[in-house]
């Protein structure tokens, strides 16, 4: 027992997460090199990462899918066991963020110490605080022209609201950069070249930056006293009497309890500052041990139940990926809470009420796979022999059940209409889109009812065009595609009150429900689609049909009466009804409710909705009246500018997603391919009636509802 708890002490599952370019996959590799998992160290713009293995992330230099690999550092004389996932920077695979986290006990937020925090970081950020993981920060890219540790430092704190404290200072920066001061042994590092940064020494810190070294330590104790009461009072007596070992403790009280964020920097490319941040993982990051005991529901009796992180527990995993390898099939990645999952055993999924038999397990280092006889408690694995598996579902031992909770995901944004170019391949290309759309829950397919089109809706065009490339390369599938279209929502803007009959008489039994319902917007700051409120009094409708009534109304905001878009929110207060002893029945009063809501909307004065988007565009000053003019024609509304350290100009505006198709190409020639943009979800917003007009003629929809 005190073995296993030793392993599970010294076990880290950590991700790496940041915006795109800030380089989570350059830091990636030469965690693997230095921790012995590869020999050589693969480089993103090479297209030979490890850990960014399918095709079109090596043509692209950018990572789709999270990569997770076990490796092992030795610090301290003990032996570290770390679980990595490489997470995607882009917000088009902003799930794969999602699900990494979920399942993550800690996490190293990597920014660019030239860029700092940009738009993706900020969405990573609140991922992490939804899912309360503990984050240590890493500054990459000291060696760049504009780098500033400082100015991120800034950042983080004023746009982030964190509470960072920096336990590092650089020796020089961009071309300048030679090393690091460590505040806690207050030693200078630098590396050595020649071993590819695999060695380095410590040395007496510089004179010209012993002053900010020793203004910066005193911030830091500062900060960590805030954690530790026994350090506050030795901080304000004597702060010299502070020991490295006091200091430390109170770091990862600090840093467990999400008061603060050790923030360390480097450069990954030129290999320096990696060995340290994997200490910094060791030392400061949650085991097992230090994550709470994770909450679910017993399906059985609905009452919540708690599972320690012990192998001693009745087994309880989590699937959080699901992936289709060529070679073993269909690939179920999970992390294991309490207990252990043996080869060739049974799990029981309380979703699907079946019992599955795991014919084998893997410990993954990317897309190859390690054989394993047991994923132990607090582990993360792989397994292969499910029948049915979605992402969020829970595994756990059939006598002792337990239900974890799901994960949300979002609504896909964007959608195009896609069709085989021959006949023979209308079974592989529905064959590869059920497999995509297992191994991705932001990615959906349906087929549109009047025209019988297949529609393939995603998270952007970035999204859709690695899904189509998938489509060609692994499932040999050649398709047509339309242009892209718009994920609209409905909502209503008034509360209507009606009565609403429904009455058929066909012969013996019939159908009857009577409802009076208030229909109208939700309440601010309600978190959910339906808020559905109960105030029948005297049981005028009995309380079996009630549930009935619930239903209907969610069934029928899927389709909102403008164009058959889903409505965004909706408030319903079911006031009052009448039944009938015989003709009443659960269906009538869902058939009622449907009846009640085309009829409500209709009144209520329904509008369309639009995804807007957040954009910020980096562009050299001179082009930033043509990038401006260019967002007005857009319907973008600029909200601010800022200048970057290396004299260009940052534009920040909300702009309707409609109007930026192909905004990646037009920005290029505007500015003859000197700016970049980054652009991520904000907000759905009402449509203005004339677009709306346009829009609903463009998909026939009901143009004379719109005032």
Sequence with gaps: MAKVLDTLRNTRNIGIMAHIDAGKTTTSERILFYTGLTHKIGETHDGTATMDWMAQEQERGITITSAATTTQWKFDNELFKINLIDTPGHVDFTVEVERSLRILDGAVATFCAVGGVEPQSETVWRQADKYKVPRICYVNKMDRSGADFFEVVRQVKDVLGATPCPIQVPIGAEEGFKGIVDLVTMKAMYWHDETMGADYELDEIPADVLAEAEEWREKMLERIAECDETLMEKFFDDPSTITEEEIITALRIGTLSMQINPMLLGSSFKNKGVQPLLDAVCKFLPSPLDTPAIEGIDPRTDKQIVRHPSPDEPMCALAFKIATDPFVGRLCFFRVYSGELPAGSYVYNPRSDKRERISRLFQMHSNKQNPKDVIGCGDIGAGVGFKDIRTGDTLCDENNPIVLEAMDFPEPVIGIAIEPMTQKDVDKLSNGLAKLSEEDPTFRVHTDEDSGQTIIEGMGELHLEIIIDRLKR?????????????SYKEAITQTVELREVYKKQSGGRGKFADIIVKVGPADEGFEGDLQFVDEVKGGNVPKEFIPSVQKGFAIAMKNGVLAGYALDKLKVVLVDGSYHTVDSDQLSFELCAKFAFKSASEKASPVLLEPIMKLEVVTPEESMGDVI?????????????????????????????????????SLRTITSGRATSAMTFSHYEIVSASIARQVLTDVKGRVDLIK
């Design 474 to 486: 692994e499932f040999k599938v050649e398709c047509n595609q339309g242009r892209p279209q718009v």
């Design 629 to 665: 003019s260019d967002l007005n024609k857009r319907r973008g509304q600029v909200e601010g500018m800022e200048s970057s350290r290396s004299g260009a100009r940052i534009v920040k505006a909300k702009v309707p997603l409609a109007e930026m198709f192909g905004y990646v190409t």
